[in-house]
């Protein structure tokens, strides 16, 4: 079983650039190689997805992981089928590190 959460790109750029900014890293891939690449990725992923027939997956977006946590912990506990704790699961969720927002 694979949890697989999407977050739109452009948000992911951001954060990223953000992040090698505060380690003092440099950013040596343009903006649209690194989307290139990601889409590419995400095609992969989706591909395999559809293909691999030993896998189950749930797919949640970030903006609504930050959005409803307790919701998206439910359908997650749901999904693994496990005597898992949604609200303590929510509870994790900080929505104030969601500052990249597309």
């Given amino acids: 079983k694979v949890i697989f ?3 739109e790109l ?3 750029l951001t954060s990223q650039k953000k992040m090698l900014e505060r380690r003092g890293e440099p950013d040596e891939t343009t903006d649209e190689r690194m989307l290139e690449i990601w ?11 559809r293909h691999a027939d030993h896998l189950e997956h ?3 977006l970030y903006k609504e992981v930050v959005e409803n946590p ?28 969601y500052r990249n927002r597309g």
């Fill in 5 to 7: 959460m999407r977050r």
């Fill in 10 to 12: 452009s948000e992911v």
């Fill in 39 to 49: 889409a590419d990725h995400l095609w992969r992923v989706d591909y395999l997805f």
């Fill in 58 to 60: 749930l797919e949640l």
């Fill in 70 to 97: 307790l919701k998206q912990a439910r359908r997650m506990a749901d999904f693994l089928g496990r005597n898992l704790d949604p609200n303590a699961m929510a509870a994790a969720v900080d929505g104030q590190l």
